[in-house]
């Protein structure tokens, strides 16, 4: 069974930053790429970004230049560092991950259970 932990949402002002953390573990072959998507209410949810087993990045145009996205590969973990924030960015972000295990060798995506981030003053 794999599981996706979440860290790191809260209340923070406009113009603040915040980092959120997810850490993936239980029967892990490989993960492929994981990745951050957020869903403000009465909104589809959207990709914030993703980062690939090789590095690569990739971001939404509304968060580009302003979060970054990094993966501790040793830890199954991926942050997202989050600058100059809005208040439209306040929403419920998701950890995504597509992960092969080790017990099945099937790759599947796997979500987190949300964090709530709330940029307001």
């Known amino acids: 069974q794999v599981q996706l932990v979440e860290s790191g949402g809260g209340l923070v002002q406009p113009g603040g930053s915040l980092t959120l953390s997810c850490a993936a573990s239980?029967?892990?072959?490989?993960?492929?790429?994981m990745g951050w998507y957020r869903q403000a209410p009465g909104k589809e949810r959207e990709v914030v970004a993703t980062?690939?087993?090789?590095?690569?990045?990739n971001y939404g145009d509304s968060v580009k230049g302003r979060f970054t996205i990094t993966r501790d590969y040793a830890k199954n973990t991926v942050y997202l560092r989050m600058n100059s924030l809005r208040p439209e960015d306040t929403a419920v972000y998701y950890c995504?991950?597509?992960?092969?295990?080790?017990?099945?060798?099937?790759?599947?995506?796997?979500w987190g259970q949300g964090t709530q981030v709330t940029v307001s003053s």
């Open positions: 995504n991950a597509l992960i092969v295990s080790a017990a099945i060798q099937v790759l599947n995506t796997y």
């Open positions: 239980g029967s892990i072959f490989s993960i492929a790429v």
């Open positions: 980062i690939t087993d090789g590095g690569t990045t």
